[in-house]
């Protein structure tokens, strides 16, 4: 069963039409990669599936639960609980970290695990020094993000992604970012969670570690998905010619 399930995804800022039908589905353990060039709506995509932004048109299941779906062309979201328990599914890595400035990394991860989901204090801060330890920051545990360097503060947005135990985690250009010397950290722990079977979903302009890690890749432009299929057969053999300019073009930078 696809635990990601996307059909006929439109999204419009005002008169401006981002995504114009998007299909797309994922299965449980497989990680794809969301290639395109700046403005083709890859971010608004990863928004629109966790309510970020709302969509304009189509349907979206997550777990085989449906989030919003379009009825005589109206969209209607699941109710607002129901909604909330569905997008809690599903957790997000952002380019920038997004870390809480004014908590230490430990309270970063296990923040939202106690107050959003009430589970046991003592609980969430074992399984969140774990979560650090995978990432290989646990002597950073009591420290402030801004003493730390971005691809550390990226692994603790991870951590604090994965304390929330979501079946899927989403990925906005986790790297972007960073400084090149950084990145290698970030993209190992990504590659450890693809090991374990994460379902993953991630926008990234890391070609090399795409073909590496990833079942599945979709290339978007103009805001449609232009060309899908394995790793291999998109990035080594790709079909259409846009999808092999964006390639050649990624190759010479
Ligand atoms: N909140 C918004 N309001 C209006 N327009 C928006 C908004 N968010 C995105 N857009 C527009 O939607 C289009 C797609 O943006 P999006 O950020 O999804 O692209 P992207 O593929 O993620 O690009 P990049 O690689 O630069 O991150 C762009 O034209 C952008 O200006
Ligand atoms: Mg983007």
Do not use: W
């Not at 699941?78 to 909604?83: I, L, V």
């Amino acid at each position: 069963m696809a635990i990601l399930e996307v059909c006929g995804l439109k999204k419009n800022f005002g008169s401006l039409k981002v995504l114009k039908g998007i299909d797309f589905q994922t299965e449980k353990g497989k990680v794809t990669s969301i290639l395109g060039p700046s403005g083709s709506g890859k971010s608004t995509f990863i928004r629109c599936l966790n309510r970020l932004e709302k969509i304009t048109e189509g349907t979206i299941r997550i777990d085989g639960e449906t989030l919003a779906d379009t009825v005589d062309g109206k969209v209607v979201y699941a109710p607002e609980k129901e909604a909330r328990r569905i997008c809690g599914k599903t957790g997000m890595v952002f380019q920038n970290f997004n870390l809480f400035p004014h908590m230490t990394v430990l309270e970063n991860v296990t923040a939202a695990p106690i107050s959003v989901q009430k589970r046991p204090a003592a609980e969430v801060e074992e399984t969140a020094m774990e979560l650090l330890k995978m990432v290989g920051l646990s002597e950073k545990a009591k420290q402030y993000p801004s003493s730390l360097s971005g691809g550390q503060q990226q692994r603790v947005a991870i951590a604090r992604a994965l304390a929330l135990k979501p079946e899927i985690l989403f990925f906005d250009e986790p790297t972007s970012a960073l400084d090149p010397e950084l990145t290698g950290e970030v993209l190992r722990v990504i590659r450890d969670l693809a090991a374990e079977r994460m379902t993953m979903l991630i926008v990234t302009h890391e070609i090399e570690f795409a073909l590496g890690v990833s079942d599945q890749v979709v290339f978007m432009d103009g805001g449609y998905i232009v060309e899908s299929g394995t790793a291999d057969a998109l990035i080594n053999h790709p079909k259409n010619e846009r999808t092999r300019a964006f390639l050649n073009r990624m190759h010479e930078v």
